[in-house]
């Protein structure tokens, strides 16, 4: 039978690209979004993949979430943990709220959702879990001290994760994505963007369906050997 696999924030963007590609390998891809119900609409019209609203950041959600996925489609064995927003400002200018929305939702709603199926996976000893970390978790980024800290603790959390399902048949991995052609990066003023296109070697942003081959790559049953691994896929913007 066909291994569930929820991709979080994946009816638009980088999510979209994943849950296609998860499709288009065989796996009965749940996607999760958190409010934009037109495009989620049109995803499950265009795709035949089902689309299911919560908020990663919620705990209790997750929980049910998953619990339902469980009884209408099977356990979850491959989790991508992909939704995430950005609030940017300096830190002179930088909100109380912005830093906890940032930080609950791209941290948070990793805890949250691993937590939610961590136990099922250890159970049947099989899982996959890949978490979207970022290049500006790795390097820093001016204005971004909440998303840098939140992706840079994803690095971390999938390190500490992946010892304890090493040797269960569990692995974790991220990929830390450079600038993708996406609605996210769309929002960066086009002067900034320029610059930041100016410094990437390979010469343009990169595409949403180029991240999701890594992610395909890494959930594959046959990737049992990769655990704790940060896949860098950035155009050669930072070599970590
Ligand atoms: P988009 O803004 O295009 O899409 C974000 C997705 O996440 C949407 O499906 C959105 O749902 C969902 N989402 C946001 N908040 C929540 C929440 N609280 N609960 C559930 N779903 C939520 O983002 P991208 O595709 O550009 O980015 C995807 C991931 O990749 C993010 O984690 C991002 O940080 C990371 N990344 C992106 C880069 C880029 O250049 N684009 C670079 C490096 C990392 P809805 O449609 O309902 O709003």
Known sequence: MARVAV???GTRGIGKAIAL???KAGYRVVANYAGNEEKAKTFEKDTGIPAR???VADFG???DACGQIAKEF???EVLVNNAGITRDATMRKMARESWDAVVDTNLGGCFNMCKAVWEGMLDRGFGRIVNIGSINGQAGQYGQVNYAAAKSGIHGFTKALAQEGAAKGITVNAIAPGYIDTDMVA???PNVLEKIVARIPVGRLGKADEIARGVAFLVADDAGFITGSTMSINGGQHMY
Request: aromatic share 6%.
């Open 7 to 9: 991709v979080t924030g």
């Open 74 to 76: 099977g356990p979850v």
């Open 187 to 189: 929002a960066v003023p």
């Open 53 to 55: 609203k919560w908020d």
């Open 21 to 23: 590609a998860l499709n």
């Open 61 to 63: 959600a997750c929980m």
